[in-house]
């Protein structure tokens, strides 16, 4: 608490929504959150709040909030005790885990969970349990990501930070609606273009949107043409010599990795890139093979008229321009993220644009945990903390030796990716299924399938949320949890900010923070010898035990209490306790800003990995039957499913239902006008949407978008759960539909 007055104390605490990772400040009054508002002292948003930021206390009083467990009668849910809740589930899990073993049971997570919530969950399925199956949603939003960040680094989370928003001059937004989906970074950016008249802002998007009317220039791209266009900009670059010899000399190796991957239409379809698939290319070697992308071709796949590809490579390797590069989910939830996540990256690395401040790719994430706990903490089914994997035979045995456990007790094999795990119910392989903190039976694709196999009750379901969702209609055990300051948390956002904040409520009736649930779960599951932290000073004692996995790694965090103080600090924090601003540059600040100092610490010889990415066509195209592009994504107003934000007034009165976008002319062609009843039919399924023409959002002819906040239209029964090969992420951002009125 931080000031009184009126009888409202304030705290800080970080944004309860998006990765941005605002500071608000909740004033407090009479046991109940009354205000939030942006707060002044906060770097990332010095002051500011989006809409879902102002009304954000109202997010936790919605009418139906859930305040006792229930457990399914038939078709009921009656009330229940936690003891007889958590016994309940005990029971199934052992039941599963004595007849299938530990493999037939599974805990999917959220970015939304603090990092507390996600360390003992690792602990718990990993070293306690003994099965990999352990899985955060944000395997639907930054898979892609990580692995490129894995794959070009050696580590994950990006070099760049928002500081980069006020000190460029260019910035290239590849698919990426910031003025709705980071508006308060975006700010920063207008900002900055609006006391700077070089600063320039290039929106390449399948859609116009909110973003594209503050832009200098909008470039229209067919879905799937970045991977094209971006091929044929490298080319033009290698061509014409627009690259930097000396960093490309001494930072950049060339590789070749496996092509031809399926995208996991089939069950069980499994691809994994081992180093026995990567060829090492001399320099020489990978401009030959670049040769083929030029403009002309890539005009064609992508859209993008190829005088336009030659001024965009004159763009990136212009060197009195200050680069940066923005994506989020356009790029990542893509049948080929982690490949357009790399060439991004081989744009900055080619011209030397890269660790330098006001020039950098810098990876937007989606939720408020994403990198904290989704990443850091090791909830991927093929991580532990901190970079480290479970295949690795090292990286098990230095988290047993922290989590005191025999090092054979963590599992080798990969669990199931979030596709596959949802897929195992289907085919009645999971028998348990513990749900946190996201609403998966809403955010998957090709949610028919998943929703009846979940109705056929083949796995005892779990789901612990706030409010009732189109989850917890499908679960046999409902248990209410408590929400953000609620209980005690960190959180770490895009720029790898990890920011502390205190309970400042208590939670309704008998909900109780998901930390709790899992460590009385581990007690009946016979590992509450794995958590043994002190009920006053629990939270912290987590954080300092997951610390233990980032001293010395390059990842370093601070001692729990200086959080407590700040408003964050960007990870590694020095010796001195200060924070990092731009990773991997080591030498003072004059030398920084050239480019000089730099150390890719955890790559080979100080070079960092550039990939021949080739072009490969995506999983579903229109045809005949089906020939619009659907495209899915978020809008200013709500977040995610719409469960917080559906339950706050002024955000509902704002945007009531989902709608869908359609060109102007396809829906003249088709005979349909604004507010004009639509049918969107894929091979997967069927709905009903009001019809939007000349609104907020307009996208390319031929193609249709709509949000997935609606819980009464439940779009993604439309997508296709086609992957991408490398990080298992779906795409969202299309596949082939029919449109018609209906
Ligand atoms: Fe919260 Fe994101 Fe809005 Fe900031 S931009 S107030 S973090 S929802």
């Known amino acids: ?295 002309q071709w890539a005009q064609k796949v992508s859209g993008i008229p190829a005088a336009k590809i030659e001024e965009l490579a004159r763009v990136y390797g212009d060197k009195s321009r200050k680069v940066n590069s923005l994506w989020t989910m356009g790029v990542n939830q893509h049948s080929r993220g982690v490949w357009v996540n790399n060439l991004i990256y081989n744009l900055h690395l080619l011209t030397g644009k890269i660790c330098k401040p006001g020039e950098n790719p810098l990876s937007l994430t989606g939720q408020p945990s994403a990198c904290g706990t989704a990443r850091e903490v090791g909830t991927f089914a093929h991580r532990l903390p901190a970079d480290m994997v479970v295949m690795n035979e090292a990286h098990r045995k230095k988290a047993a030796g922290i989590w005191g456990v025999p090092a054979e007790k963590i599992p080798a094999k990969v669990g199931l990716h979030t596709v596959e795990m949802f897929r195992a119910i289907d085919r009645g392989e999971l028998k348990c299924i513990w749900i946190q903190c996201t609403n998966p039976f809403q955010s998957l694709p090709n949610l028919n399938r998943v929703r009846k196999a979940a109705q056929s009750r083949k796995a005892f379901i779990v789901v612990s949320d706030i409010y009732p969702t189109r989850s917890t209609e499908l679960a046999d055990v409902v248990l209410p949890s408590a929400s953000w300051v609620e209980k005690e948390g960190v959180f770490g956002n895009t720029e790898r900010r990890t920011q502390q904040w205190f309970k400042m409520v208590n939670a309704p009736g008998k909900s109780k923070e998901d930390v709790w649930q899992l460590i009385e779960f581990a007690k009946r599951m016979g590992h509450g010898a794995l958590f043994p932290y002190p009920e006053k000073g629990m939270h912290r004692a987590i954080f300092e035990e997951y610390r233990k996995f980032t001293l010395g790694t390059g990842k370093d965090l601070a001692p729990y209490g200086t959080y407590a103080k700040v408003r964050g600090l960007r990870w590694p924090v020095k010796a001195n306790g200060t924070e990092t601003r731009w990773r991997y540059t080591e030498a003072d600040d004059e030398h920084v800003a050239k480019g000089e100092g730099i150390k890719f610490y955890k790559a080979p010889n100080n070079k960092v990995s550039a990939w021949f990415r080739p072009y490969e066509p995506p999983a579903e195209v229109p045809d005949r039957n089906y020939p619009f592009w659907f495209c899915t994504g978020r809008l200013l107003e709500h977040w995610h499913t719409g469960t917080m934000t559906g339950r706050v007034p002024e955000l509902r009165r704002a945007v009531s239902q989902a709608t869908v976008e359609l060109h102007p002319e396809d829906a003249k062609r088709l005979g349909i006008r604004n507010r004009d009843q639509v049918r969107i039919t894929s091979r997967r399924g069927s709905i009903v949407l009001t019809a939007e023409i000349g609104g907020r959002g307009t996208p390319e002819r031929g193609s249709v978008f709509t949000t997935f906040f609606d819980e009464k239209k439940l779009v993604n029964e439309i997508c296709i759960d086609a992957f991408d090969p490398l990080s298992k992420e779906p795409d969202f951002k299309k596949c082939a539909v029919k449109v018609q009125k209906a």
């Not at 500011?48 to 930021?53: E, V």
């Not at 936690?82 to 599974?106: C, R």
């Not at 050696?154 to 000190?167: A, V």
């Open 1 to 295: 608490a931080e000031a009184a007055e009126d009888g409202i104390t304030w705290g800080k605490a970080p944004c309860r929504y998006c990765g941005v990772g605002c500071s608000v400040l909740v004033g407090v009054k009479g046991g109940r959150i009354v205000s939030t508002k942006g707060d002044p002292a906060g770097p990332v948003n010095k002051g500011l709040n989006c809409i879902k930021g102002y009304f954000l206390s109202k997010a936790l009083y919605g009418k139906d909030r859930l305040t006792t467990p229930l457990i399914r009668k038939g078709n009921r849910m009656v009330e229940a005790s936690w003891d007889e809740a958590l016994d309940l589930i005990a029971a199934q899990y052992k039941k599963a885990i004595a007849e299938h073993g530990p493999d037939s049971v599974a805990l999917y997570g959220s970015g939304q969970w603090t990092i507390q919530e996600g360390y003992v969950a690792s602990k718990l399925m990993k070293g306690g349990i003994g099965t990999n199956n352990l899985e955060p949603n944000a395997r639907l939003c930054m898979a892609s990501a990580v692995v490129a960040f894995m794959n070009t680094f050696g580590s994950d989370e990006p070099m760049g930070c928002y500081d980069d928003l006020d000190l460029g001059d260019t910035y290239v937004l590849w698919g990426a609606n910031m003025a709705e989906a980071h508006p308060v970074l975006f700010s920063r950016l207008i900002d900055n273009k609006l006391k700077h008249p070089k600063v320039k802002l290039i929106d390449i998007a399948t859609r116009r949107t909110r973003t594209t009317k503050m832009a200098d220039e909008f470039i229209a791209i067919k879905p799937h043409g970045d991977l094209a266009a971006l091929n044929a900009i490298i080319h033009v670059i290698l061509r014409d010599k627009l690259y930097d010899e000396a960093f490309v000399a001494k930072h950049v190796s060339f590789k070749r990795g496996k092509e031809n991957a399926p995208y996991g239409l089939k069950d069980k379809e499994a691809f994994n890139e081992t180093p026995a698939d990567v060829k090492n290319l001399s320099f020489e070697e990978y401009k030959a093979l670049m040769k083929p992308y030029t403009p």
